[in-house]
């Protein structure tokens, strides 16, 4: 079964910055493309960034530049250093397991089938 455990998130003022965890297991973690997702109150779930099995990655606009995904396949963990973090930024936040071997060049929560319980960061200004 697949088990996806984000680390705490936390607050952090408006410019910080913050890193984020997520240790996957039951399942072959180098074999899957990763990501992170997150979702504001009141607003729909959005892509941030993804990660192929060969490092490759995708951001969306909103955090390009500022935030970067990262994965350690020698202990199946997945990153996400987050700096000069903004308000906007406030969200819970989830990484997520691919449906496949390869990511799909897009942020679709469509694309990946299983899910973190989620964390919560707070960006105050």
């Known amino acids: 079964q697949v088990h996806l455990v984000e680390s705490r998130g936390g607050s952090v003022q408006t410019g910080g910055s913050l890193r984020l965890s997520c240790a996957g297991s039951g399942y072959i973690y180098t074999s899957y493309c990763m990501a992170w997702f997150r979702q504001a109150p009141g607003k729909e779930r959005e892509g941030v960034a993804t990660?192929?099995?060969?490092?490759?990655?995708i951001y969306a606009d909103s955090v390009k530049g500022r935030f970067t995904i990262s994965r350690d396949n020698a202990k199946n963990t997945l990153y996400l250093q987050m700096n000069s973090v903004k308000p906007e930024d406030t969200a819970m936040y989830y990484c997520?397991?691919?449906?496949?071997?390869?990511?799909?060049?897009?942020?679709?929560?469509?694309?990946?089938?299983?899910w973190g319980q989620g964390t919560q960061v707070i960006v105050s200004s």
């Open positions: 990660i192929n099995t060969g490092g490759n990655t």
């Open positions: 997520a397991k691919g449906r496949w071997n390869y990511c799909s060049g897009g942020l679709s929560h469509r694309d990946f089938t299983d």
